[in-house]
């Protein structure tokens, strides 16, 4: 386990593996990265399957800050959580997906009406208290399955207090299976008969008519809601879960994404002892001691002299350009410099100058960047939705159809960001947005962005040269240089920044270039 990742404490998490004649449980909490995959005699994944359409690298499921999220590696058949398909074509922008108590897995067609006989069914458990996957061994000649108060198995995610199905096996026959769920070969099987009716019970999504044989991870729906059948024993949900293609996936994440336990614990911690690069036959330092930190919610300037560094530090801060960094940059407690994988996804950049397509319509360019970026169970109408969203927030929504050339320099930065917006990152850093354009322009920019940063507890840095509007901001970052060294020479409230400089953020500027290490050791000394 010495090459795993370690972003904190895993948490506790399970995951049971239904596969042809196995049923097997990994406790994830003992690490908080697993390889997921077929093993092989040269391959020996964390969690190894023996099903021959499973990659040998299929994915990895990652434990961060308290969440579980899966990861599918490019696998060829790739991955369905609640019946969605991941996307599987692995690459930087890969999102990975988040995990909830209940959800279920699969490597498989997705076709629930042609099962592939060597699928997988992956049922992931987090709950803290109830287990959110419960199982029922067969052992008895028929059961009754219903909801709770009907006797027999009662289901809790079930409506009615009413019988659903009966399951019964043939007394005559055995039913044969060993202690450790290996079925054994020719082992007979349960018969599911639908006592409810209106098609509310279902196996593999088909009527179950007058009687059905079940076969070995064969799914049976009641209400919607997944039963998986397997080793003789049924897994079902303590509580209703997300279900296959349900605009609830998006509306879950967003939920737990909202929570505010989790709002106030996200924080960017850097402390850059020094950034140094190859120059020539010798070397540069770019950045020297600069130690800060900043909160979700918040609109932060980063501010300073042309050449200051202030460029070198944002892309330090988003992880785009670390070489040659000592120190540590820490986002929601991932180090980024050396996990940069893990949070990329949830930090957006918009880089000086254009970047958009000016041919588009503003709206076609967002839905672009919805379609090729959003995660894959991401639905027509949920990227619709992120689309307007978005267009509301940024106040494009009178310019949508216009095409980009012809917007103002204002629309047009406002696109850019836009297009980081639609992706709902946690984190944007903004890299002179304001560039070319007019005061008014300049102030609705920051007051959208600062409606944004406290509205969705986002983290917006803005790289400005203009202090006019620094009011809006909840923090100023300002850099100077020392010796050719980009320092850090104040960090905080834009308040606290006149009472350091003892005069107002214009006059500052002038008051640092006159006597930049005076001010920098001032700093450094009260932090
Ligand atoms: N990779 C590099 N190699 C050598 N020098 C570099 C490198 N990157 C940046 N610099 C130098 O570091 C200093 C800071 O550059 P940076 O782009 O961060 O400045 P800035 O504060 O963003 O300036 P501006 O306001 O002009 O955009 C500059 O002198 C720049 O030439
Ligand atoms: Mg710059």
Same mark, same amino acid.
């Given at each position: 386990?010495?090459?795993?990742?370690?972003?904190?404490?895993?948490?506790?998490?399970? *995951?049971?593996?239904?596969?042809?004649?196995?049923?097997?449980?990994?406790?994830?909490?003992?690490?908080?990265?697993?390889?997921?995959?077929?093993?092989?005699?040269?391959?020996?994944?964390?969690?190894?399957?023996?099903?021959?359409?499973?990659?040998?690298?299929?994915?990895?499921?990652?434990?961060?800050?308290?969440?579980?999220?899966?990861?599918?590696?490019?696998?060829?058949?790739?991955?369905?959580?609640?019946?969605?398909?991941?996307?599987?074509?692995?690459?930087?922008?890969?999102?990975?997906?988040?995990?909830?108590?209940?959800?279920?897995?699969?490597?498989?067609?997705?076709?629930?009406?042609?099962?592939?006989?060597?699928?997988?069914?992956?049922?992931?458990?987090?709950?803290?208290?109830?287990?959110?996957?419960?199982?029922?061994?067969?052992?008895?000649?028929?059961?009754?399955?219903?909801?709770?108060?009907?006797?027999?198995?009662?289901?809790?995610?079930?409506?009615?207090?009413?019988?659903?199905?009966? *399951?019964?096996?043939?007394?005559?026959?055995?039913?044969?299976?060993?202690?450790?769920?290996?079925?054994?070969?020719?082992?007979?099987?349960?018969?599911?008969?639908?006592?409810?009716?209106?098609?509310?019970?279902?196996?593999?999504?088909?009527?179950?008519?007058?009687?059905?044989?079940?076969?070995?991870?064969?799914?049976?729906?009641?209400?919607?809601?997944?039963?998986?059948?397997?080793?003789?024993?049924?897994?079902?949900?303590?509580?209703?879960?997300?279900? =296959?293609?349900?605009?609830?996936?998006?509306?879950?994440?967003?939920?737990?994404?909202?929570?505010?336990?989790?709002?106030?614990?996200?924080?960017?911690?850097?402390?850059?002892?020094?950034?140094?690069?190859?120059?020539?036959?010798?070397?540069?330092?770019?950045?020297?001691?600069?130690?800060?930190?900043?909160?979700?919610?918040?609109?932060?300037?980063?501010?300073?002299?042309?050449?200051?560094?202030?460029?070198?530090?944002?892309?330090?801060?988003?992880?785009?350009?670390?070489?040659?960094?000592?120190?540590?940059?820490?986002?929601?407690?991932?180090?980024?410099?050396?996990?940069?994988?893990?949070?990329?996804?949830?930090?957006?950049?918009?880089?000086?100058?254009?970047?958009?397509? =000016?041919?588009?319509?503003?709206?076609?360019?967002?839905?672009?960047?919805?379609?090729?970026?959003?995660?894959?169970?991401?639905?027509?109408?949920?990227?619709?939705?992120?689309?307007?969203?978005?267009?509301?927030? *940024?106040?494009?929504?009178?310019?949508?159809?216009?095409?980009?050339?012809?917007?103002?320099?204002?629309?047009?930065?406002?696109?850019?960001?836009?297009?980081?917006?639609?992706?709902?990152?946690?984190?944007?850093? *903004?890299?002179?947005?304001?560039?070319?354009?007019?005061?008014?322009?300049?102030?609705?920019?920051?007051?959208?962005?600062?409606?944004?940063?406290?509205?969705?507890?986002?983290?917006?840095?803005?790289?400005?040269?203009?202090?006019?509007?620094?009011?809006?901001?909840?923090?100023?970052?300002?850099?100077?240089?020392?010796?050719?060294?980009?320092?850090?020479?104040?960090?905080?409230? =834009?308040?606290?920044?006149?009472?350091?400089?003892?005069?107002?953020?214009?006059?500052?500027?002038?008051?640092?270039?006159?006597?930049?290490?005076?001010?920098?050791?001032?700093?450094?000394?009260?932090?």
């Amino acid at each position: 386990m010495d090459t795993k990742l370690y972003i904190g404490s895993p948490v506790k998490a399970r *995951l049971t593996i239904l596969e042809q004649g196995r049923v097997s449980e990994v406790s994830l909490e003992e690490a908080n990265h697993w390889t997921l995959g077929r093993k092989t005699e040269t391959n020996s994944p964390d969690i190894p399957l023996a099903s021959p359409i499973a990659g040998r690298e299929h994915g990895v499921l990652v434990c961060m800050s308290g969440n579980w999220y899966y990861l599918d590696k490019g696998s060829a058949n790739g991955t369905y959580l609640n019946g969605v398909r991941i996307d599987n074509h692995y690459k930087e922008t890969s999102q990975p997906q988040r995990l909830c108590g209940g959800d279920l897995m699969e490597i498989d067609g997705g076709d629930l009406l042609q099962p592939d006989e060597r699928r997988v069914w992956l049922l992931f458990s987090q709950g803290t208290g109830q287990e959110d996957w419960l199982s029922h061994r067969l052992e008895e000649p028929e059961l009754q399955v219903g909801g709770a108060g009907a006797g027999g198995l009662e289901l809790p995610f079930l409506q009615e207090e009413i019988p659903y199905a009966r *399951l019964f096996c043939d007394e005559d026959r055995t039913c044969v299976a060993s202690a450790d769920g290996e079925l054994a070969a020719g082992a007979l099987e349960y018969e599911l008969q639908d006592i409810v009716g209106n098609g509310r019970v279902q196996v593999n999504c088909r009527d179950v008519g007058n009687g059905v044989l079940l076969k070995d991870r064969d799914v049976i729906l009641m209400d919607g809601q997944p039963l998986v059948y397997a080793g003789r024993t049924l897994y079902y949900r303590s509580q209703p879960g997300r279900v =296959p293609g349900s605009q609830q996936v998006g509306d879950e994440i967003k939920r737990q994404a909202g929570e505010k336990g989790q709002r106030e614990s996200l924080l960017l911690q850097v402390d850059i002892h020094t950034r140094k690069v190859p120059v020539g036959s010798g070397v540069r330092e770019l950045l020297r001691g600069v130690k800060l930190q900043v909160s979700a919610g918040s609109l932060v300037a980063v501010l300073g002299t042309s050449g200051a560094g202030k460029t070198t530090l944002m892309n330090c801060m988003n992880g785009m350009d670390t070489k040659g960094v000592e120190g540590s940059i820490c986002f929601d407690g991932i180090d980024l410099l050396k996990n940069y994988e893990q949070v990329k996804y949830r930090i957006g950049s918009v880089p000086q100058g254009n970047v958009i397509n =000016p041919v588009l319509t503003v709206r076609k360019e967002l839905e672009f960047a919805a379609k090729k970026y959003l995660p894959a169970d991401t639905t027509k109408q949920e990227q619709e939705q992120r689309v307007a969203d978005t267009l509301r927030k *940024l106040r494009l929504e009178a310019v949508q159809d216009n095409r980009i050339s012809k917007c103002s320099g204002g629309e047009q930065k406002r696109v850019n960001i836009g297009v980081e917006l639609v992706l709902d990152r946690q984190m944007l850093c *903004l890299d002179e947005p304001d560039a070319g354009l007019d005061p008014q322009m300049k102030t609705e920019l920051f007051e959208i962005l600062r409606e944004l940063a406290h509205n969705e507890n986002k983290m917006i840095f803005v790289i400005i040269h203009d202090v006019s509007d620094i009011s809006l901001f909840d923090q100023v970052i300002l850099l100077t240089k020392v010796e050719g060294v980009g320092r850090l020479a104040f960090s905080g409230s =834009p308040e606290h920044a006149e009472a350091f400089f003892g005069t107002g953020m214009k006059e500052a500027y002038g008051l640092l270039s006159s006597r930049p290490e005076y001010y920098v050791e001032k700093f450094a000394g009260m932090s």
